[in-house]
T-cell receptor, first 113, second 111 residues
Framework: QKEVEQNSGPLSVPEGAIASLNCTYSDRGSQSFFWYRQYSGKSPELIMSIYSNGDKEDGRFTAQLNKASQYVSLLIRDSQPSDSATYLCAAEPIYNQGGKLIFGQGTELSVKP | DAGVTQSPTHLIKTRGQQVTLRCSPKSGHDTVSWYQQALGQGPQFIFQYYEEEERQRGNFPDRFSGHQFPNYSSELNVNALLLGDSALYLC??????????FGPGTRLTVT
C-alpha cells in the first residue's frame, strides 16, 4: 500500500465550478499535510498546509483534514483555466520537525473554459 | 527576497559519471531537503541537511551524498550514474519545522 494515495486523474471541471481533490494516507502518525501545485515542466509550489482536523480556507482554496479517516482534501472554488496543473498531496510523518515529506503521485486537474 | 535557487537548470551526463547539483535556500532558511522526481510521479525524499549535518535520509543508495555549507547552501552528489537516475532533482528549503519551499529544480538526463 502506498503511503500517500491520490487519484491520478485527469480531473476535468468547467470554469467556475468547484474542483475537489482527494488524498488518503496510511501512517496514522502523520501530523502535517500539504498541498502543492505543479505546472507542467515547473517545480511544486506550496498552496496550503494543514495540521488540525477541520477546514482551513485561503482565498479560493479550502483544505480539509480528517485524521480519523486518514483523509485530506483540497477544494478549489470558482476554478479558472490557470488552475490547470498537477496537485500534489504530501504528509509529514513527524510533527513540526521539518522532516521529510511523503508525496502522492499527484492529481492532474484540467479546467475547461 | 530571493527564493530557492538551483544550478544548473539542465544537465546531461553519461552512465558511470558523477554529478554535483547545487542549491541556495530562501533567505532566512537554514534547512535544505533534496527530492528526486521521476516523470509522472511525486517527489521522493533523498535526504535533509540541517546545521551542516544529514538529519534524515530516504531510501536512496550511498551513491547519493550531500553536503551543507556554513551559509546553508547545499550540494547533492551522485556517483556512478545509472540511466534510472534521470529525473528532476528538487531542493526545498525551510526554517526549523516550517513549510518547505521548492526551487526550480535541475533536470538530469543520463545517457
Amino acid at each position: 500500500q502506498k503511503e500517500v494515495e491520490q487519484n491520478s486523474g485527469p480531473l476535468s471541471v468547467p470554469e467556475g465550478a468547484i474542483a475537489s481533490l482527494n488524498c488518503t494516507y496510511s501512517d496514522r502518525g502523520s501530523q502535517s499535510f500539504f498541498w502543492y501545485r505543479q505546472y507542467s515542466g515547473k517545480s511544486p509550489e506550496l498552496i496550503m498546509s494543514i495540521y488540525s482536523n477541520g477546514d482551513k480556507e485561503d482565498g479560493r482554496f479550502t483544505a480539509q483534514l480528517n485524521k480519523a479517516s486518514q483523509y485530506v482534501s483540497l477544494l478549489i472554488r470558482d476554478s479558472q483555466p490557470s488552475d490547470s496543473a498537477t496537485y500534489l498531496c504530501a504528509a509529514e510523518p513527524i510533527y513540526n520537525q521539518g522532516g521529510k515529506l511523503i508525496f502522492g503521485q499527484g492529481t492532474e486537474l484540467s479546467v475547461k473554459p | 527576497d530571493a527564493g530557492v535557487t538551483q544550478s544548473p537548470t539542465h544537465l546531461i551526463k553519461t552512465r558511470g559519471q558523477q554529478v554535483t547539483l547545487r542549491c541556495s535556500p530562501k533567505s532566512g532558511h537554514d534547512t535544505v531537503s533534496w527530492y528526486q522526481q521521476a516523470l509522472g510521479q511525486g517527489p521522493q525524499f533523498i535526504f535533509q541537511y540541517y546545521e551542516e549535518e544529514e538529519r534524515q535520509r530516504g531510501n536512496f543508495p550511498d551513491r547519493f551524498s550531500g553536503h551543507q555549507f556554513p551559509n546553508y547552501s547545499s550540494e547533492l552528489n551522485v556517483n556512478a550514474l545509472l540511466l534510472g537516475d534521470s529525473a528532476l532533482y528538487l531542493c526545498a528549503s525551510s526554517w526549523g519545522g516550517s513549510d518547505q519551499y521548492f526551487g526550480p529544480g535541475t533536470r538530469l538526463t543520463v545517457t
